[in-house]
Every structure is written in C-alpha cells, then in structure tokens.
C-alpha cells in the first residue's frame, strides 16, 4: 500500500513537474511568431558626458510588445531566444534598426551622437556571420561605423577569450567601437585586458549603488578608471541613480554615465524628443546653483571651529563643520567640498585616516592638516601619497592661515580649470571625429553615385553605339559632339564625324534640321539612297540638336 500511495503521489506531482518546460514551450512558440510579426522595439537609453552633461550616445535596448503581457524586458526572454537559436536572427535585426535609427537621427541634425547595440555570447560563436551582419547594417544605413558601439558582458569575453579577441579585432578593423559591460563582475586579468581590442569598460551597476557609503565599493570603481585610463580605454559608469552617485564618479573622473539619474530607456519617439527639445539632461541641482568656494573645517573642539569659522568668514567661503571624520564625511556626501582643513587628533578616526578616505571617495578636494600634534611619520607618509596637499601647525598665525587656505583654492580651481579644458577638448575631438566620419560617409556615398553614373554612362554610349540606326549629337555651337558608328560609316569618309564642325562635313539636307527654328522632321538623300531625319532640342548637361537618321527602306534608295 505504501508503494502503491508514493506511485499515486508521483503521480499527482508530475504536471507540477512539468509546467516550466510547458512554460518554456509556450513561450519559444510565441517567440517564433513574434519574429515574423515584428513584435520586437528598441528603446534607448541616453549616455551623458561627465564633463559636459551633454548627451554623447544611447544604448539600444530589445523590448518585445507581447500582445498580452505587455512590454517585457529582454531578461524574460532572451534565453530562450538564445536557446531556440533565434538569437542570430533577432540580432541582426536590431544591428539593422539601431544603424538605420541613429542615421536618421543624424540627418534630421541631432547629433553627434552614438549608438551601443548589446552582442549575445552565442553570436559570438559564428564570427563570419556576425561581421557579415555588422557590415551589411552599416552599409543599408550608410552609418559611419565609428558611431557604432558594440558591447558584450565580462562573462562572454572570457567564455570565449581566444575567439573574441581575433573576432573583436576584426570588428575593430571596420571602425566600430568595442566595449565590455558589466567590468568587474567577472574573472577577466590585466593582461586579458590590456590585449583585448577594446575602446570602453562599463563598471557594473553592483559597484555604482553603494559607492557613496562603502569605502571598498569606491576603492573599487576608482582603481577601474585608473587602470581603464591607462589603458587609453574610456569609462562608462551604468545604473547611476541619485546625484550624490554622479558627484562621486565625476570627482574620480570617469568618462560618461548612464542611469536614471538622467532618464530610463525610451522609446524611438521620446529619445528623439529628448535630443531635439533640450539637446541633453537637465544637469544636477548642485550643478545648477552659482558656483561658490567650500571650505570643511574638521575639529574636535568646538572653540577651535568656531575660532577659525569667525577668521574665515571674511573670505567669502561657504564654510561646514564637523567634529570629526564620520560627520565630515556625511557632510562630503551632501556638498561640494573644495578644500579641507582637518585637525590630526580626533577620536575613533585621526586627521590622517580621514582625509586618506577622503582622497579615495573624493580625490579632487585639497586636503589640509591643522594640528599642534606632530607625529612626522604619519604626516609625512600621507604627504608622500598624496592624501594631505600641506601640514599646518597650531597655534596659528591668521594672515598666514588665510594665504594657505587662498593658496588651497586657487590650486583647486587651477586644477578643475584643466580638467575642464581637458574635457572640452575631448568633446571637441570625438565631435569633430563624429564630423569626419559623416563627411567621410558621404564622400563615400557621393563616389558611389559618381562611380555608378559613370558606369551607366559607359554603358548607354556602348548601348548608343551598337544601335544600327545613324545618331549625330551637335552642341549649339556647331560641334558634333556625338557620332554612333552608323553615323561614322554613313558620313565620315576619310575622317571622323566627331570633334568636327557640322558645317564642314554633314549634308546640307541635315544642316537645315540643326536649325532650333526647324521643329519638324526632314528628308535627306545620302549616298543615294531616301533617309527620313529625326530632329530634336538636346537639354541639360548638353544643349544643342540630336539627329536620327532613318532609312526609308530599300525602294527608296537610288
């Protein structure tokens, strides 16, 4: 009976079993027709300079309009695309309509802008086809390919470490632009990183959310635009959500961010909205406000704060205080701090220790220490790796404390001035880059017709001088211009018809129908024998008169 009951219960489990695969079923069959229905959108989401805030790209990103369900994210199927080998056909196709879309963005005048289209690991595994796809959308766009960003997770590069790099490098060698997303979530080396063909690293979103409260997080991502920078590869920080996230990855001077921050993925219509009507996000509130100098005085006691704020003040400076480390550093999350002045002894955390988190999370800030505690050896390491700019003593003289902290600023400005014309410049070299490839684009496409055009030509004078019927061409200053061969062997005798001056070498009965005046047909005996002439104006390119001379048939000729 035991046996008998456990066979029943087997029994009634096996449909609960089976409903993921019927699942899955269901949703391969309804994949395969939402292809041949064209079911499939792109939405883009903006990437924005950091320097800038100008919107220099979007990422194209697979929606599907599931008749029932609504739009679904690729998550919920694009394993299944992948695992019914749709993936390849489906991949193509937003290859094609992320190229076709950019360009009509582009001549409608919204640029210069990029577009990223995500590659699978599977179409990775056919090299020949995926540059045969890459290709053959640039060219039905006629895209510039350096607009064109091709990006693969961590994981697939190195599922396929050897075969990428040959494939990523022929890729490269039609001028698209390589990155890899989701960086440091995977096991990729160095020495991986240095001989991949790669132009960007997007550090994964995992990084970005808590890059304001944990120091490791922070540590992280920093060391990956070092190192990425060094590379001479640019650095895209994704999923960034909240403007204190954006002030953090601009002080460590990553390249450009993409998040909501700025806006969710959109649809065709809305992204162009957006680049139309404001040409870029709106910048951050604390971008916005008039920019003034921010002084953070870090003390313990309360007398020496209030004693240096009240010396301080007649400077102008926006000045915060904190009575030690764990305070300053919520108050670094919330402003824009420009110089530091930090006392050396502090409980739970020292002067030293605090500003070598500060130049971690905010390596831009100037760092100052103002103590009467003179351990050189501490001091004197953190000035060696950068962590205090200068050491100041107390008790302190005013005046002098004063041109330090003026010192201080006008090195930070001096220093943001540059990074600044860095980056304008950047910007002026990847639009002006943008500009070649589109004036390049066109040439190209302008050789084209010319090579085209003229290979009709060609065509059209052989196809002219096959036809057994005499064509004479005289411009409208007497030159033949045009002579088939039955005009040569009907007329030419000795000497070609063409080059020559009509009056001196066609009958007088052809003479009369070069006349604009002559609208009508004429008659002409030649060689004895009755030819009906055809007489009409030539325009555009070439103006005068074209005669066609007809045979009237065999009892007309002498």
């Known amino acids: 009976m035991l046996r008998e009951r456990r066979r029943d219960s087997g029994r009634c489990h096996m449909p609960a079993m089976n409903e993921p ?31 800038s805030r100008r919107i220099t790209g979007t990422e ?47 001549d409608a005048g919204l640029g210069p802008l990029s577009v990223a289209v995500n590659l699978s690991a599977r179409q990775l595994d056919d090299g020949p086809a995926l540059l045969a796809t890459v290709r053959g959308a640039l060219q039905a766009a006629a895209l510039p390919p350096q607009l064109l960003e091709l990006e693969l997770t961590e994981t697939a590069l190195m599922a396929h470490a050897g075969q990428a790099v040959a494939i990523l490098a022929e890729l490269r060698q039609l001028g698209v632009t390589i990155s890899v997303d989701d960086f440091g979530t995977g096991d990729s080396g160095l020495t991986y990183l240095k001989r991949s063909p790669l132009d960007r690293v997007k550090v994964d979103r995992s990084f970005i959310q808590d890059i304001a409260a944990d120091r490791n997080e922070a540590s992280i991502t920093r060391a990956i635009i070092t190192m990425a920078h060094q590379l001479k590869v640019k650095v895209v920080a994704e999923g960034v ?55 953070l005085l870090v003390d313990d006691e309360e007398n020496i704060l209030a004693s240096l704020k009240r010396l301080l003040r007649r400077d102008g400076y926006h000045i915060l205080t ?10 670094l999350v919330q402003n824009d701090v420009d110089v530091i002045l930090s006392d050396q002894r502090m409980p739970n955390m020292t002067g030293v220790e605090f500003l ?15 103590s009467g505690y003179t351990e050189l050896q501490s001091i004197t390491d953190a000035i060696n790796e950068g962590a205090i700019y200068k050491f100041l003593t107390k008790p302190w003289d005013d005046e002098l404390l004063r041109a330090n902290i003026e010192e201080a600023f006008r090195y930070k400005e001096m220093g943001d001035e540059n990074l600044r014309l860095g980056r304008e410049l950047e910007l002026a070299n990847r639009e002006l880059a943008a500009a070649n490839g589109q004036l390049t684009a066109l040439l190209h496409d302008k050789q084209r017709q010319l090579a085209l055009g003229g290979a009709s030509l060609e065509v059209m004078r052989e196809i002219l001088q096959e036809i057994p019927l005499p064509m004479i061409g005289v411009d409208e200053d007497g030159l033949i211009v045009f002579a088939n061969q039955s005009a040569e062997s009907l007329l030419s ?39 009906r002439v055809l007489g009409r104006d030539m325009h555009g390119r070439a103006s005068g008169r074209l005669l066609l001379v007809l045979r009237k048939g065999e009892n007309g000729c002498g």
């Open 356 to 370: 070598r988190r500060v130049k971690t999370l905010y390596p831009a800030t100037v760092r100052m220490v103002l």
């Open 60 to 106: 194209a990103l697979l929606r599907w309009n599931h008749p029932l369900r609504g739009v679904l994210p690729p998550a919920e199927f694009l394993p299944v695309l992948e695992e019914v080998g749709l993936i390849g056909e489906v991949g193509g196709w937003v290859l094609r309509e992320a190229c076709r879309q950019l360009k009509a963005w582009l």
């Open 493 to 531: 005798g000795d000497c070609p018809l063409l080059g020559a001056d009509a009056c001196t070498r066609l009958p007088e009965a052809l003479l009369r129908l070069l006349s604009p005046a002559d609208e009508g047909d004429g008659e002409a005996v030649i060689g004895g024998c009755a030819y």
């Open 21 to 51: 695969a019927m699942e899955r079923r269901q949703i391969d069959s309804e994949l395969r027709l939402a292809v041949s229905r064209g079911e499939f959108e792109l939405y883009y989401q903006p990437k924005v300079d950091c320097g």
């Open 241 to 295: 959500e909240t403007e204190t996230q954006m002030s953090l990855l601009v002080a460590n001077q990553c390249d450009e961010i993409q998040g909501f921050v700025f806006s969710r993925p959109l649809p065709a219509a809305e992204m162009e909205r957006m680049l139309g009507e404001q040409g870029k996000p709106p910048p951050p509130a604390a971008v916005e406000q008039a920019r003034q100098r921010t002084l």
């Open 322 to 331: 904190a009575t030690g480390g764990a305070e300053a550093l919520e108050l």
